[in-house]
C-alpha cells in the first residue's frame, strides 16, 4: 500500500500539468492583459474624452502589468526550464521580456510613443507563446 507522500508524488504532476490555473497561465493572461489595455487605452481616449482629460499618460499602469509579466515569466518559466532544459523557450522569455521592458521604460523617450504599443505587443506576444511552448514542455512525460 503506498504511503500519502508516495501518493501524492504521483499525483502531483497530473494535477498541476492538468490544470490550466498555473504560473503560464497566469503569465499569459498578465500578457493578454497588457496587450488588450495598450490597444483599448487609444480607443478609449477616441471614445470617451471626458474620462481621459487631464489624466495624462498613466507610466504608473504600464509599470505594474509589466511587472506582472516579468514575475509570472520567472515562476513558470524558470522552473520549467530547469526541468526541461529547452533553450528556445528561455530564449523566447529573454526577447519576449527584453520588448516588453524596453517599449515600457527606454522606447517613448528614444523612439517615441509611436514606437511603444507594436514593441510592447510583439513582445506580450513572443511572452504569451514562450508560456503556451513551456506548459507544453513541462505537462509532457519524462522519456528518462
Not at 501524492?8 to 496587450?35: H, R, Y
Not at 511587472?67 to 524558470?78: E, P
Request: charged residues 10%; neutral net charge; aromatic residues 8%.
Amino acid at each position: 500500500m503506498p504511503t500519502l507522500d508516495r501518493a501524492t508524488e504521483q499525483l502531483a504532476p497530473a494535477v498541476s500539468a492538468g490544470k490550466w490555473f498555473n504560473a503560464d497561465s497566469l503569465g499569459i493572461l498578465a500578457a493578454v492583459v497588457c496587450v488588450v489595455h495598450c490597444l483599448a487605452l487609444p480607443v478609449m481616449a477616441m471614445a470617451l474624452p471626458a474620462l481621459t482629460a487631464g489624466s495624462g499618460h498613466e507610466d504608473l499602469t504600464h509599470y505594474i502589468l509589466a511587472g506582472f509579466v516579468v514575475v509570472f515569466c520567472l515562476f513558470a518559466i524558470v522552473p520549467g526550464y530547469k526541468r526541461h532544459h529547452q533553450k528556445e523557450v528561455l530564449a523566447g522569455m529573454l526577447v519576449g521580456l527584453g520588448l516588453v521592458l524596453f517599449a515600457t521604460f527606454i522606447a517613448e523617450p528614444y523612439l517615441g510613443e509611436l514606437w511603444e504599443m507594436p514593441l510592447i505587443t510583439l513582445g506580450n506576444l513572443v511572452v504569451v507563446v514562450t508560456h503556451l511552448r513551456n506548459r507544453k514542455l513541462v505537462s509532457a512525460p519524462r522519456c528518462c
